[in-house]
């Protein structure tokens, strides 16, 4: 178990809290609440860190660990912003059977950051996509806009040298 | 209510509409085994351990037995070779994923996933070995661990920490096989608002959660020829220390525990009922002076370390309306090291203070601030009741068959007052017994008013010419409920005895595990609070005032209640904390 605390760090404006505060004074007394103000708070700052969750228990009385459990079985709730570039590896029939699990092994390792999450740094975040509609390229990653295709394993580090 | 009539196994029964297949088989005499289920607190037919066969007109199928309602004319089937043969499939499913170190464990013998592979004769526990997740034992906190690797994600821990307890410190993260219980951002549960009560250790089926053991670091003291090692036990464990034995819930230990005590070698074998007495001197004396000068009140015990943690969490802007008095415990460990030492010519750094406690807050409590008055620990181990249970099973010693024997003097010497201390309204009870003495020279004994094991109870007593209006709460989401009334100022009570656990330490996280197809049918909090008013019953002495060791210890040491010396020795201090410190 890795702690999910330590992150990027988190860059939340008084004005984005204000928004939330708002949501949550809007929606904290209906039935079935934490729904709504986890996909208000998410729009309203890209993911869900602690801070977030945080200011979400201390003004709904919900637990902590309560909400929590909630981002972390929904899909749609992210622990991560997004990085200055988004890594997507298609785990697609495709690509999968043409290795692309190695490839995103490896960005895993080399950016040491599992799935859905973002380098400390903010640069480089991960992501695992469905079939982008390039298979006559696979195994295929996208950077962004940019597609690579027909790649192996060695080509990862000078695709993340060309960002970095 | 309209009856319903319905065939278990054959025997036909009329029940209430509304009553469960469970519920209707238990009232038949046929148990249905259970895993998840608790009665009004986890009801939700997850484990499917529980599955019996129904036939409601359209022939028979399996459904989850603890939440299914039974229907009129409805027949049953408990044990149709399909229901076994689903029960040990989904037996075989569990096990595949649990750490399957049954010889070690600390539950084998009283763990119920165990039982039922027995009973359902899994012999082969790896038919669905596979991948497996592996986890770190969590460590943090001062009380317990967690063992995922052995949790069978039933949710019991889960729905007692939030339901009961209003805390919800734990629950499941992820999602399918990653699912485990943990606490947010996979904190480790001592670093969160844990208020260290333990109950989801005491309803824990498996080995996933226990308290930190520390009876090899007592054995070694007790070995030590330069020790003075002294212990003192709570009142609620003589209620529940003869459950380790395979005696019935309910049953009175004190003399048998006293003995066992002696037998593995504890240097002076002395009561925590005579620090409840000594804390009752102290708290009612508080109560009178709040209530003469103007102090804050209500005025709320402070004798449960898991309700003082969670006021410090959630209720920080109180910490001004709980006593300044230590619990009984450090109330004990203080003066033992203090006036007994001096009493003795030991040097306190000498005494090892061993404490048998019902509870695994009172692991927090010692390594608390300000709970040292001698300059060193008041109370160096806390073990619990199970612990003790434990101890007692590695010396070998015959714990049924051992002799009655009686407490040392003079910390040994307690009253009736000091036993009701261990069950919800005992502690209000003792102290309005005193404090009604106090005020008015009369004698009272039994207030049945704030005795029972209803979560929040409420009287008024006529004291002189007051009135006096309390309340008892047990279990901390009624404790929650009370202070919300409190602080919106709908309840103008003087005098409020909060527990912790529900129906309070008899219940305590540190007593011995019930398995939970007894205790969703017996009220374990009654069976042993009935030990402890039947103590105070046979008494001599029932009010703390009257108590010689405690007056001999006012003369000689702390002058009167409330003293300077008593304010140091016996009285502390709290922290505000958060709810979320992030």
Not at chain 1, 87 to 104: Q, R
Not at chain 2, 300 to 321: A, L, Q, R
Not at chain 2, 550 to 570: N, Q, R, W
Request: charged residues 25%.
């Amino acid at each position: 178990m890795n702690s999910a605390k330590s992150t990027v760090p988190f860059k939340g404006t008084p004005e984005q809290e204000k928004e939330l505060l708002k949501v949550i004074e809007e929606k904290k007394n209906d039935k079935g609440a934490l729904m709504p103000i986890l996909q208000k708070a998410q729009e309203i700052y890209g993911y869900l860190p602690i801070e977030v969750q945080a200011i979400i228990s201390d003004n709904t009385g919900i637990p902590l660990e309560k909400i929590y459990g909630v981002v972390t079985f929904y899909a749609q709730f992210s622990l991560y912003p997004k990085g200055e570039y988004t890594i997507s590896v298609c785990l697609g029939t495709a690509c999968y059977v043409k290795g692309s699990g190695d490839i995103y092994n490896k960005l895993q390792e080399k950016l040491g950051i599992g799935g859905g999450e973002c380098t400390p740094d903010g640069k480089f975040s991960l992501d695992a996509c469905r079939c982008i509609g390039a298979c006559g390229l696979a195994p295929v990653l996208t950077v962004n806009e940019d597609v690579y295709g027909r790649l192996t394993v060695d080509d990862v580090d000078k695709i993340i040298a060309k960002y970095a | 209510m309209e009856n319903i009539t319905v065939k278990i196994n054959g025997v036909e029964l009329e029940v209430p509409k509304g009553t469960t297949v469970l519920e209707a088989a238990h009232k038949a005499g046929f148990e249905i085994p259970t895993l998840c289920y608790m009665k009004e607190i986890n009801e939700i037919g997850a484990c499917r351990i529980c599955v019996t066969e129904v036939n409601e007109g359209r022939g028979f199928r399996l459904v989850a037995g603890c939440v299914y309602p039974c229907s009129n004319n409805m027949e049953i089937l408990t044990s149709s070779p399909k229901v076994i043969e689903s029960r040990k499939r989904t037996l075989e499913l569990i096990l595949s994923t649990h750490d399957r170190k049954c010889l070690s464990c600390v539950r084998s013998g009283n763990c119920e996933l165990q039982k039922l592979a027995k009973d359902y004769g899994v012999e082969d526990a790896t038919v669905y070995d596979g991948v497996n997740e592996t986890y770190e034992i969590d460590n943090s906190a001062a009380h317990m661990y967690r063992d995922n690797n052995k949790c069978i994600l039933c949710r019991r821990c889960v729905a007692v920490c939030s339901k009961t307890q209003g805390i919800g410190v734990i629950g499941a993260n992820e999602r399918g096989f990653k699912t485990y219980i943990g606490s947010a951002f996979d904190m480790g549960l001592g670093e969160t608002s844990c208020v260290s009560c333990g109950q989801c250790i005491a309803v824990c089926p498996v080995g996933a959660l226990s308290e930190k053991d520390y009876t090899k670091e007592v054995m070694a003291a007790i070995a030590d020829p330069e020790k003075t090692v002294l212990v003192q036990t709570a009142p609620a464990v003589r209620a529940g220390l003869a459950e380790c034995f395979g005696n019935p819930i309910g049953t009175n230990a004190e003399g048998k525990m006293v003995a066992a005590l002696r037998r593995l070698g504890f240097d002076k074998v002395f009561d925590t009922d005579f620090a409840a007495d000594l804390t009752i001197m102290e708290e009612a004396n508080e109560f009178i002076e709040r209530v003469q000068n103007g102090g804050k009140l209500p005025l709320i015990t402070s004798c449960s370390p898991g309700w003082v943690k969670f006021c410090e969490h959630y209720f920080p802007d109180m910490t001004e309306n709980l006593s300044s008095c230590k619990s009984p415990q450090q109330m004990f460990g203080a003066t033992a090291k203090t006036y007994y030492a001096e009493k003795m010519g030991i040097d306190p750094k000498n005494i090892v203070m061993v404490s048998i406690m019902p509870c695994t807050a009172k692991k927090f409590e010692i390594g608390r601030d300000d709970q040292s008055a001698a300059g060193v620990p008041d109370v160096d181990y806390a073990l619990t009741t199970r612990e003790l249970g434990r101890m007692i099973e590695h010396a070998g010693i015959l714990f049924n068959s051992l002799p009655e024997e009686k407490f040392d003097d003079p910390l040994g010497i307690s009253t009736g007052a000091g036993v009701i201390f261990g069950a919800t309204g005992g502690v209000m009870e003792a102290a309005l017994r005193t404090a009604v003495h106090t005020l008015t020279g009369q004698t009272v004994t039994d207030l049945p008013e704030v005795r029972g094991t209803d979560g929040i109870k409420e009287a008024t007593y006529k004291v002189g010419d007051l009135d006096v209006k309390v309340c008892v709460a047990s279990g901390l989401a009624n404790a929650r409920e009370v202070l919300e009334k409190v602080q919106r100022g709908e309840a103008d009570y003087q005098f409020i005895e909060i527990m912790a656990c529900p129906g309070g330490c008899v219940n305590g996280g540190g007593q011995p595990q019930v398995p939970m197809g007894i205790r969703n049918f017996v009220d374990i909090r009654a069976e042993r609070a009935k030990v402890l008013y039947n103590l105070d019953k046979s008494m001599p002495l029932r009010q703390s005032h009257d108590n010689p060791a405690i007056k001999k210890v006012y003369e000689e040491f702390f002058e009167k209640p409330g003293s300077h010396k008593a304010h140091e020795v016996l009285h502390t201090s709290y922290v505000k904390r958060k709810v979320n410190e992030i």
